[in-house]
């Protein structure tokens, strides 16, 4: 068979068109990034759960025991392995410690929105005698520049 397409050929010719397929539906799918919001520096820290707050000791008392040992994994497994194993009586103080510090963080949270909603009414009370000047000026240039047309005339 002269000048025929073999079997493997067009194997090779449907994967090419698969490929390339595949490639353009990538790029017309693809998103574009959306921009994250600025973060406040001065909005309070989430605060720690029960867990976190054992790994805080935890952590000391591992590198007091095995001083030589540079690895974070190895001290996370270590302590997620002894929370799992730990009984509720046990886990109480943490658990305790988690809800002192949660109580803490929404108190500091409703004064942090209290300040951000303050500031916001002066920005919004400041925008609007902004608009209200800008107003009056436009509408001072208007007659002004109207009565000037007029004189040109």
Do not use: I
């Not at 935890?58 to 007091?64: A, I």
């Not at 920005?123 to 005698?129: A, I, R």
Request: no cysteine.
């Amino acid at each position: 068979m002269k000048g025929g397409r073999s079997k493997s050929d067009t194997k090779k010719a449907d994967a090419k068109l698969s490929v390339k397929k595949g490639a353009a539906a990538t790029k017309a799918g693809k998103k574009t990034k959306k921009e994250k919001p600025v973060k406040d520096p001065n909005k309070p820290k989430r605060p720690a759960s029960a867990f976190f707050v054992f790994m805080e000791e935890f952590r000391k008392q591992y590198k007091e025991k095995h001083p030589s040992n540079k690895s974070v994994s190895v001290v996370g497994k270590a302590g997620g392995d002894k929370w799992k194993s730990m009984s509720e009586a046990e886990k109480a103080p943490y658990v305790a410690k988690a809800e002192k510090r949660k109580v803490e963080y929404e108190k500091n949270m409703k004064a942090y929105n209290k300040k951000q909603a303050e500031g916001t009414k002066v920005v919004e009370e400041e925008d609007e005698s902004e608009k209200s000047l800008s107003e009056v000026n436009d509408q001072e240039d208007d007659e002004d520049g109207s009565e000037e047309e007029e004189d040109d005339e």
